[in-house]
């Protein structure tokens, strides 16, 4: 995947989250524009703890992404909840 393709992905308002999926197999969800910083030949990602802060950071080469896909929407129960 190209730098241009990622910056694309992630500047439609409101962002569509997404999920990157990579050579090796690993997948990245990105839910909100500021967690992917794309750069000239890596994407930079935050690893979140599960208390949902960014604990450490990743650098994937953009090589080895091999596609993003759009997640799913949350499911929601029919009386709102």
């Known amino acids: 995947m190209g730098m241009q393709d990622l ?3 992630l500047r439609v308002r ?3 989250p997404f999920r990157i999926f990579a ?4 997948t990245h969800d990105v839910r909100h524009p500021d ?3 794309v750069l000239r030949s890596v994407v930079v990602l935050p690893i979140i703890s599960p208390e949902g ?3 450490r950071q ?3 080469s953009l090589l080895h ?3 993003a896909e759009r997640l ?3 499911v929601t129960s029919s009386n709102g909840m």
């Not at 050579?23 to 690993?26: A, E, Y």
């Open 23 to 26: 050579t090796d197999g690993r």
């Open 14 to 16: 409101p962002l569509v």
């Open 53 to 55: 802060v960014p604990e």
């Open 65 to 67: 992404i091999v596609r």
């Open 35 to 37: 967690q992917a910083l």
């Open 58 to 60: 990743e650098s994937l």
């Open 7 to 9: 910056i694309d992905i």
């Open 72 to 74: 799913a929407p949350p």
